[in-house]
């Protein structure tokens, strides 16, 4: 309703070509995210690999999803956001995508590269072999963050064709994708979330059920901590109004 409104909307805490496909064809948002940064350090935190270029895998396969969305569906016009570069080298090497924000830190590292103008170039046809550990026991839970597969593109074209689908409510959307078996919304618990919310950014994959898929987890996990965050916002604050 926003985006019919004319209202920019940016779509946030992205960690998988999926979710991004989905908010692309759902509701149209003006940006689309991934936090590439992350997926890397979830690999290296786990010790399943050595995380290089597994976000940035992620976000060439979901630039590569929304060109073809917007190339098939006229009304789907979402820009990618390359979120959370931590170095100059992802500058260069995710070269060619709609948006990249970038820090100072990363900005520097990649001018004073040397890099000429030939070596920067795009690598979105390049079939990517990310920094996994294919014999680790988490390995199998890190494909699903950039695979399309044809059973979760005909969930969408599904879910499009749904009769009422501007009035679908949140809850009636997470169990439309129970009915199909996308794993794409867990009902965590409270206790969950506060178990989410004490560990920080970056969850710890051994806690939790591999039914729960990575993508889903390492959204809640980013919304816990900016929950957290502004809690502690909101409380100084309110010191300053006794």
Not at 159 to 167: Q, V
Request: proline fraction near 3%; hydrophobic fraction near 40%.
């Amino acid at each position: 309703k926003l985006t019919q409104e004319k209202i920019p909307v940016n779509f946030t805490l992205g960690f998988s070509a999926r979710q991004n496909y989905l908010a692309a064809r759902l509701s149209n948002p003006d940006f689309v995210n991934v936090f590439l940064g992350r997926l890397n350090q979830v690999v290296i935190d786990h010790k399943a690999g050595s995380g290089d270029q597994v976000g940035e895998k992620v976000t060439l396969a979901t630039q590569n999803a929304l060109i073809e969305a917007r190339e098939k569906y006229k009304d789907v016009q979402s820009r990618l956001i390359g979120a959370s570069v931590r170095s100059g080298e992802q500058v260069a090497f995710l070269a060619g995508l709609d948006v990249l924000t970038i820090p100072p830190k990363a900005i520097k590292e990649f001018q004073e590269s040397g890099k000429s103008a030939d070596q920067v170039v795009s690598h979105l046809a390049e079939d990517i072999v990310p920094g996994i550990d294919s014999s680790h026991a988490l390995a199998k839970r890190f494909p699903s963050l950039w695979e399309m597969p044809e059973a979760f593109l005909s969930f969408v074209d599904a879910l499009m064709a749904e009769k009422g689908l501007d009035k679908m409510s949140a809850n009636e959307l997470v169990e439309f994708c129970r009915k199909h078996d996308m794993n794409l919304f867990h009902a965590f618990s409270d206790e969950e979330f506060k178990a989410i919310q004490d560990h920080g950014k970056i969850p710890c994959l051994d806690n939790w059920s591999e039914s729960i898929a990575l993508d889903d987890l390492m959204t809640q996990s980013a919304l816990q901590s900016f929950t957290k965050d502004q809690n502690a916002l909101d409380d100084r604050i309110r010191s300053f109004l006794k």
